[in-house]
């Protein structure tokens, strides 16, 4: 249930067309409802302005269906990462409107559009090899109402092909910068532009990239001053902060959405 329906239930029991009794019966799976191996957090739109987020690793297909219809039956948008191929066949087999985005890894289920916000979320990989963690920044800024623009394949092992890219880049209310190897990529956008970049060290490189580990290291350790990083692979992450940045930015409101 969500803000907007939680406003007309408590405008229908102030009209007198529902009892108390029954408005307290549809919102006692507030803030959550527990399904015995999962609490699902129906709340979670209220406190921070969009749904709780279904991490599909180490769930069972069965799992994953009833979190997402439970959510989708309560009025809530669903955004499902890192969903293996058998889980999403099931998803998409058993539940209504979900939405496959195969390059993310990821599916969605759309019950209300959320509101566009102005702006736009910068979204870079340095190679096509990083484009898997790009996507899932992609989609997750679009559940929460962000307009994204991508720069893939802009690595530093060809400069020139970032430098043709300032101005798209300086328009960006925050920049995702996904990138393996060595992992200089967000440094050296850092250094160029205004808005705040965030570094998303991806798993991909030879052996002495150690999974991601030695990018993570090079990021952390930038000194390109607005840099921040989150953890190996994490677009997910690094597309909820940019998206509250492009939000905070162009004058949506803090508080609760609908």
């Known amino acids: 249930m969500n803000t907007a329906q939680i406003m007309e239930l408590l405008q229908l029991v102030a009209a007198g067309g529902a009892s108390p009794e029954s408005a307290l019966e549809r919102l006692r799976s507030l803030p959550f409802e527990d399904l015995g191996f999962a609490k699902v957090d129906h709340h979670r739109p209220l406190r921070k302005g969009y749904p709780e987020t279904i991490f599909c690793e180490g769930k069972t297909p069965d799992q994953i269906v009833t979190i997402a219809n439970r959510m989708r039956e309560h009025g809530s948008n669903v955004l499902g990462t890192r969903c293996k191929p058998a889980a999403m066949e099931a998803v998409l ?17 759309t019950v209300e559009p959320p509101a566009p916000l102005d702006g736009y979320v910068g979204v870079v990989c340095a190679g096509t090899s990083d484009i898997p963690v790009a996507e899932e920044a992609v ?65 991909v490189g030879y052996g002495a990239g150690f999974g991601g580990f030695a990018a993570l290291l090079g990021m952390l350790n930038s000194c390109a001053t607005g840099l921040t990083v ?29």
């Open 93 to 109: 087999a058993q539940c209504p409107g979900a939405v496959e985005h195969e390059a993310a890894r990821a599916f969605t289920i």
């Open 139 to 203: 989609v997750t800024c679009e559940t929460m109402g962000c307009r994204v623009e991508r720069i893939y394949d802009v690595g530093v092992a060809g400069i020139h092909r970032l430098l043709g890219q300032r101005d798209r880049l300086e328009a960006a209310s925050a920049i995702i910068v996904c990138a393996g190897m060595e992992g200089a990529l967000p440094s050296v956008i850092a250094g160029l532009v205004r808005a705040p970049v965030i570094g998303v060290p991806t798993s």
């Open 230 to 258: 989150v953890n190996i692979d994490n677009g997910f992450g690094a597309a909820v902060a940019a998206a509250m940045i492009n939000r905070i930015a162009h004058g949506a409101p803090r508080g609760p959405q609908a």
